[in-house]
Structures are given as C-alpha cells and as structure tokens.
C-alpha cells in the first residue's frame, strides 16, 4: 500500500451518506505537526455540524459558502507518532499520543499540531483516550474555569448522559460539588453510577420550575430559554452555556449583560481551548480512574457515515468511537 492511506471523506456540505471511503496519500508533517497512526476518533456534533455546514455563519466564518475547504473531519485522536515535523520538540517516532487535532482523523494517518496533543497514559486504553478530546476539553473547562466550581457547591448539568454530559458529571464530582443530572429515564442510572446526587428525568420534571436553584448550571441541552433557565439560577450563580442554542447565543451574546444586570447571576457562553496542560489533565484523571470514558458504540472506519448519523440523533450515551488501525 505505500505511503497511501484509507480516509472517510466529504467533499461537499451534506449528511452523512455523502461521506465516501477513499484512498489517498498519507499526509506530510509541516514543521509544527506530527504525523499519527490513528488507533481512534470519535464523532462530536462538531462533525456533523461541519459535514452539513451548519448553521450557515460556520460556512463564512471558515470562508467556505458553498463546499468545504476540508475534505477529512475527526478531531478528537490516539495513536502512535510516526513522523515529526522538523520544529517538534515533544515528541518522536513511537510515542503514544491523544488530543484534538481539529480535522482529519476520520483516516488511518493523520497530521496534528504538536500543540494540541499529549502523551497518552500508559494504563489507559486507545480507545478510552481517543474519544476524550473535545467532550473532556469542554468538560473539564466548564466545570473548573467557566462555572468555577467550588466543593459543596450546587450544580445541575443538562444534558448530562451525552458526550461532554458524561465527563462532566465525574469531574463536578471531582471539584466537589452537589451534582444535578438533568436527562431521560433510560440514562438515570448510568449518570448516577457517575456519581451524580441527584436526577431529574426531563420528560416528567422541569427544573425550571421546580422551585430548586442552583449555583452552576452547565447547559449541554440549552434546551430552556434564558428566561426560564434563569427561574434555576441562585441568586449569585453562573449558567455555562455550552450546548448549541441559536436563540440563547445570539440573544445572551448581544444582550447578555443587560439581561443579567439586574442580579448576581451571570452568562457564560464560550468555547473549548485545545492545550497541552488540559489535555495532560485529563490524561491523569483517566489513568487515576477519578473520571473514565463512557463509550456507547463503536465503529469501523467505513462506518463513519452511520456513526455521524446516530450522533446526530443527540440520542448518544457518552462518546461514539471510530476504530481505525
Ligand atoms: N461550546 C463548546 O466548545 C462545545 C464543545 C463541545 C460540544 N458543544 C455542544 O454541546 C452540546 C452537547 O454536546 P455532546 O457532545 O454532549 O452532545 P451529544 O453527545 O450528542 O448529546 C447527546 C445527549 O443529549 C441528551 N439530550 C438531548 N436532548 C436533551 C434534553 N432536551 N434535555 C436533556 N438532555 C438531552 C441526550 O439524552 P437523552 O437521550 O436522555 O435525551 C443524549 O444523551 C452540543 O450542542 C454541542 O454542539 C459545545
């Protein structure tokens, strides 16, 4: 096979069955990047927002309108090094790595930024690294920088059976906190053997009517309005909005501090940073089993299309994997 390599490409804006197994040239290193044997990715809905180019101000801001610029998605990553770009410090051939490298790992190699990647933890899985690397990213900061959550603190997370859910039921718990899981019946157990305290089935509760407040809200679902979601809020509380809500970004971003002026609650409407040292962090955290994957299914390569279209049903428990090599 040479220097060629399978890849599940897009090569217009559509839904997963345009996606198409091809064989291409393995891509080279440029002097920052290292090129990686993919052991696994996993799908986010960062996939499949990409793959249909939606919503449309995505298009503009990638200056891609009508088809994408980039034709192989996958950010989240494992595998093993197999060549260095000549500025790479912090790596070499052989090294075992996980991170989010953006786009390009639904293929057997693939080049990521030394930045956005660490070394994997010996007595943690492929698997078990190579789907963390968005949800445990967005996890992790909404928990401890964008909620600055503080032990014995109330915190309620909507949303909570999902992707970034899952990651971050365990790492509240982690910071201490009173956790609110907020999902369906069927996934009641599986966030409370997270550790969650609490669960709120949403389609036989409201927690914006329930009375209960709380001092975090991270909002994975945004399924709730501003107006109803703040009726949750204590008096002095932060709500990380995470999940993707038109509506409530458009509104909290234009409007959002004079919607929130009048009380000590507070929007936070950001979006995950890929570095070393939150990578590393998670790294540490599932080799020390204070937090671990939760993977639903797991795909083959080829299967890539119907992995993006389950996830795309916003019904996954925990992460969706891809098996590469
Ligand atoms: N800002 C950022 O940097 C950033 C980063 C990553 C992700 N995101 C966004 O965050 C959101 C969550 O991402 P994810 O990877 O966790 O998605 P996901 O894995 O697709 O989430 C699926 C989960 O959402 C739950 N869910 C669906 N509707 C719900 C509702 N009305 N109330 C409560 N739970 C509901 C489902 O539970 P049931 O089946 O039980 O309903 C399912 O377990 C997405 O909108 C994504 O685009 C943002």
């Known amino acids: 096979m040479g220097d060629k390599m399978q890849a599940m490409t897009s090569r217009e804006y559509g839904g997963p069955e345009i996606m198409k197994l091809e064989e291409l040239d ?3 290193p440029k002097d920052d990047q290292v090129l990686i044997k993919v052991a696994y990715t996993s799908v986010n809905p960062f996939e499949w927002h990409h793959l249909r ?12 309108l009508l088809k994408p610029h980039v034709h192989i998605l996958g950010a989240d990553v494992s595998g093993v090094v197999e060549a260095v770009g000549a500025k790479v410090t912090r790596f070499n051939p052989g090294d075992e790595v996980f991170g989010d490298i953006g786009f390009g790992a639904f293929a057997q190699y693939a080049v990521g930024a030394e930045k956005k990647l660490a070394h994997k933890p010996n007595d943690v899985s492929f698997q078990d690294v190579g789907v963390v690397g968005i949800a445990g990213l967005t996890a992790l900061q909404a928990v401890r ?3 600055e959550v503080k032990p ?3 915190v309620l997370i909507n949303g909570a059976s999902g992707g970034v859910g899952t990651y971050a039921v365990q790492i509240a718990k982690v910071f201490g906190a009173e956790v609110t899981a907020v999902c369906s ?7 409370k053997g997270l550790g969650a305290d609490h669960v709120i089935d949403y389609k036989k509760e409201d927690f914006t009517q329930n009375g209960k407040t709380y001092d975090v809200i991270i909002d994975l ?15 002095v509380s932060r709500w990380v909005h995470v999940g993707f809500n038109f509506k409530n970004m458009i509104l909290g971003g234009l409007f959002g501090r004079w919607l929130f002026s009048d009380s000590g609650k507070s929007l936070v409407l950001k979006i995950a940073d890929v570095n070393v040292d939150d990578l590393t962090t998670l790294g540490d955290m599932l080799a020390s089993g204070k937090i671990r994957s939760v993977i639903d299914r797991t795909y083959e390569l080829k299967d890539t299309s119907i992995a993006v279209e389950y996830v795309e049903t916003m019904r996954a428990k925990g992460k969706v994997a891809i098996e590469v090599n």
Do not use: F, H
């Not at 180019?53 to 891609?64: F, I, S």
């Not at 019946?185 to 966030?191: I, M, Q």
């Open 26 to 28: 393995r891509p080279v």
């Open 221 to 235: 679902a945004a399924s709730r309005s501003i107006k109803e979601t703040k009726r949750a809020m204590a008096p």
């Open 145 to 147: 920088d964008w909620g």
């Open 185 to 191: 019946g069927k996934n009641a157990e599986l966030v």
């Open 53 to 64: 180019g939606e919503p449309w101000l995505m298009r503009m801001a990638n200056k891609a």
């Open 152 to 154: 014995g603190q109330k």
